[in-house]
């Protein structure tokens, strides 16, 4: 069962019951979108193609939906939906019945949670989101340039009732009630330079911005080197990635942060969580943690319908990732 029928089945209806009898509407945080259309063009880091991406406004309880733009011949939709994720393994790429796919969405699903949009659709001309600088920092700035407007219908959340844990090899993680949003990650890599990094934080109004947006990708030297000899990693560069060799960063000016590589793990699980459908509220936690633990999680999430339900996010949570920093222009002719 998709979450867009069980939220039309149960929340509306209960909604439509309570808003009959009650002003529940009013207290409740609306759904969001982008006030225009807004485009930027790059590199895709896997492929190598270059990419334009149009991000533009979508009706409410859309979501967020991928549009395959250089494919008419076959259905070119992919929705932004756990069980659409294809391939964890590089990044986490989504695809559709008909083989369609869309590749690391990751970093542009983080920025569209991160700054509290429901609602967006996403074009591309070629197979994977730009991988722009490896952060969420240029889509973040393409939505502050798009403007944000609400909607009428009131956001829907995913509340976790109770905790869910998976492993996947050296990974585990865990989704566990909270009243907000929050991430705590562990990494232990076998490496001098990064070793043991741990981030605790509140995904609350403008965090995301803040503290994550900016955390570049990263790998190691001695894997490029093989991605490369294997084909792959094509649009990999010092531009788009932070590269850790014996000695250090090789890029030029060094980290953003000085845990840049935790703050990027964090990233990925905002852009990873993202794809239960909507803004969960609850806290993640991740050890070692990377695509395939969280994809993991969310569908053992979904595969307990006692450790979840969807609701409305209270004007009393306003002060979670509601608009990430970003003011909004109250209901637009879209909603
Ligand atoms: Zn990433």
Not at 99 to 119: K, P, Q, R, S, Y
Not at 257 to 267: C, G, I, P, T, W
Not at 302 to 319: K, Y
């Amino acid at each position: 069962m998709y979450l867009k029928d069980v939220v039309e089945s149960d929340v509306t209806e209960e909604m439509g019951a309570e808003m009959a009898g009650s002003s529940r509407i009013d207290d409740c945080v609306r759904q969001r979108t982008l006030k225009t259309p807004v485009s930027c063009t790059g590199v895709g880091l896997h492929s190598g193609v270059n990419v334009t991406l149009n991000l533009t406004p979508a009706s409410p309880d859309t979501g967020v939906i991928f549009h395959r733009v250089d494919i008419d011949e076959k259905n070119n939709t992919v929705p932004a939906t756990w069980d659409r994720v294809v391939d964890t393994r590089m990044c986490t790429a989504i695809g559709n019945d008909d083989g369609v796919t869309v590749g690391t969405i990751e970093h542009l699903m983080a920025a569209l949670a991160g700054c509290g949009i429901d609602n967006a659709c996403v074009e591309l001309d070629g197979p994977e989101v730009p991988i722009m600088d490896g952060s969420s920092d240029p889509f973040v700035l393409l939505i502050e340039s798009a403007g944000v407007v609400e909607q009428s219908a009131p956001r829907r959340v995913i509340r976790i009732l109770k905790t869910v844990n998976v492993k996947v090899n050296d990974g585990q993680a865990t989704l566990m009630p909270a009243d907000q949003p929050s991430l705590n990650v562990e990494i232990d890599f076998d490496s001098a330079f990064i070793s043991k990094q741990a981030l605790s934080m509140g995904l609350v109004n403008g965090s995301f911005c803040k503290e994550l947006a900016r955390a570049r990708t990263f790998g190691f030297l001695h894997e490029v080197e093989q991605m490369r000899a294997a084909g792959l990693a094509k649009g990999g560069s010092l531009d788009n990635a932070v590269v850790v060799s014996q000695d250090g960063v090789l890029n030029d000016g060094g980290l953003r942060f000085d845990d840049e590589f935790v703050r990027h793990k964090m990233l990925d699980a905002v852009g990873d969580l993202f794809l239960a459908g909507g803004h969960i509220i609850g806290q993640f936690s991740g050890i070692s943690s990377g695509h395939a633990v969280n994809n993991a999680l969310l569908r053992a999430l979904f595969a307990d319908s006692e450790a979840w339900t969807v609701d409305v996010m209270t004007s009393a949570e306003a002060a979670t990732a509601v608009d990430g920093g970003l003011g909004a222009e109250p209901v637009s002719a879209l909603a």
